[in-house]
């Protein structure tokens, strides 16, 4: 799926400051049905209320009356006037919350619980639910649905609907949409320790992402502080690993194993992902290939370095062998790289030309990911130099430094 951050951003500002979000769900499901009857405001409020006074029901300014429910009820056929108990969703709420902090899925008896509602509470729990399962395209419907009615939601709601999208983005791979979001975030307070915490995640795994030292250098020591003082102890473990493959690129390989030697929490093939990292900055891709070579269909974290080594390595039957894997057709990364080699190996020089000059520097790619970005700027480089295409070549070049620069100090 796709976030439009224009269309967020412009939502995210209709909040306007110092209003009281009442949030009511049977507003955000009169609102939901109206327009999936495409009626225009003045055709649904016919013969029923005024314009102005069915605005502000659907904006949860106001809570309609019950002479009001039942006449919007009867003409949107629904099937309750979505008057449930607060306290219920509160804890949803909060479930949802403790999922996004460690890592979790939610329960789908969750989301059963919300069948045949079509309101604000029902659309957050089930995008939650998808979202946290990685089923990023059943989701799309939910965000849809759910976009429209950020401006009127209430606080915490809301802060988790940001938190959830932010997910999206990091799948994305669009590392500095994701921190724009997340200083929106910041800005519509208040909100609470468990929002701040994820914001404090969110923004330095994305800070280990873009290679952004200042990002990584300022939250990483409070935020693990933070995770060791709540007991949350797999959390830290993941987050100390992201922080050893930011270190990985800089390291030398007797460093990175003096490392991990003396950590025990660290799973052993963790442990080779970090050797590889590090063996692959350092440009030994044969070290890296006899790794990746038992693990690249794990994940596509494996399968991405898997599929630069041979490319370093001119392994043309390895690379075409490992395309075809499933792993790749799952995640954007690995289909960006198998876009890639498929035309570096298989394309005409006009095909290969062209993808640089429209994907690489119109379309900007898809990516935001450091040691990709790295790796993409000196091949498309090397290929518009073979090509004798000098000019294309540094417009090429300029074009990733530039990206690299303002991504490593957002």
């Known amino acids: 799926m796709y976030i439009n951050m224009m269309e967020l951003k412009n939502l995210v500002h209709k909040r306007q400051s110092g209003k009281k979000y009442v949030g009511l769900p049977f507003g955000s499901a009169v609102k939901y049905k109206r327009k999936e009857k495409n009626l225009t405001l003045e055709e649904a409020c016919e013969g029923i209320c005024s314009l102005s006074y069915l605005s502000k029901v659907e904006n949860n300014n106001i809570s309609a009356s019950e002479e009001f429910i039942e006449k919007?009820?009867?003409?949107?056929?629904?099937?309750?006037?979505?008057?449930?108990?607060?306290?219920?969703?509160?804890?949803?709420?909060?479930?949802?919350?403790?999922?996004?902090?460690?890592?979790?899925?939610?329960?789908?008896?969750?989301?059963?619980?919300?069948d045949d509602r079509l309101d604000y509470q029902s659309l957050l729990v089930d995008f939650a639910y998808n979202v946290l399962d990685k089923n990023y395209e059943q989701a799309q419907t939910a965000y849809k649905n759910l976009s429209e009615l950020i401006y009127s939601m209430p606080q915490e709601p809301f802060m988790v609907t940001m938190i959830l999208i932010n997910h999206i983005l990091y799948y994305e791979m669009r590392y500095t949409d994701g921190l724009e979001l997340l200083s929106m975030v910041e800005r519509q307070?208040?909100?609470?320790?468990?929002?701040?915490?994820?914001?404090?995640?969110?923004?330095?795994?994305?800070?280990?992402?873009?290679?952004?030292?200042?990002?990584?250098?300022?939250?990483?020591?409070?935020?693990?502080?933070?995770?060791?003082?709540?007991?949350?102890?797999?959390?830290?473990?993941?987050?100390?690993?992201?922080?050893?493959?930011?270190?990985?690129?800089?390291?030398?390989?007797?460093?990175?194993?003096?490392?991990?030697?003396?950590?025990?929490?660290?799973?052993?093939?963790?442990?080779?992902?970090?050797?590889?990292?590090?063996?692959?900055?350092?440009?030994?891709?044969?070290?890296?290939?006899?790794?990746?070579?038992k693990y690249a269909e794990q994940s596509q974290k494996w399968m991405a370095i898997h599929l630069i080594s041979l490319d370093h390595l001119k392994e043309e039957k390895r690379i075409f062998d490992a395309i075809e894997k499933e792993v790749i057709n799952k995640n954007p990364l690995c289909k960006l790289l198998k876009k890639h080699l498929m035309l570096k190996y298989k394309g005409t020089q006009e095909e290969i030309v062209n993808y640089i000059k429209q994907d690489i520097l119109i379309q900007d790619l898809c990516t935001e990911d450091y040691d990709i970005l790295i790796y993409l700027m000196k091949d498309c480089e090397r290929l518009l130099t073979k090509f004798h295409f000098y000019k294309d070549a540094v417009s090429v070049y300029r074009h990733f430094l530039s990206k690299l620069y303002k991504i490593s100090f957002t």
């Open 72 to 114: 919007f009820k009867k003409k949107f056929d629904m099937k309750d006037a979505y008057d449930y108990d607060k306290d219920s969703f509160k804890i949803h709420i909060d479930q949802i919350i403790e999922a996004c902090l460690k890592d979790k899925k939610i329960d789908h008896n969750i989301v059963i619980y919300y």
């Open 189 to 293: 307070q208040p909100y609470s320790n468990e929002i701040s915490l994820l914001i404090q995640k969110w923004k330095l795994l994305h800070g280990f992402k873009i290679n952004n030292p200042l990002l990584v250098s300022n939250l990483y020591q409070p935020y693990e502080k933070i995770l060791i003082k709540k007991q949350l102890f797999e959390q830290v473990k993941i987050t100390h690993m992201e922080h050893l493959l930011y270190k990985a690129r800089f390291s030398s390989i007797e460093q990175m194993k003096n490392e991990i030697s003396g950590i025990n929490n660290i799973d052993e093939a963790d442990k080779e992902y970090l050797m590889s990292v590090c063996h692959y900055h350092r440009g030994n891709y044969d070290k890296t290939l006899s790794i990746t070579s």
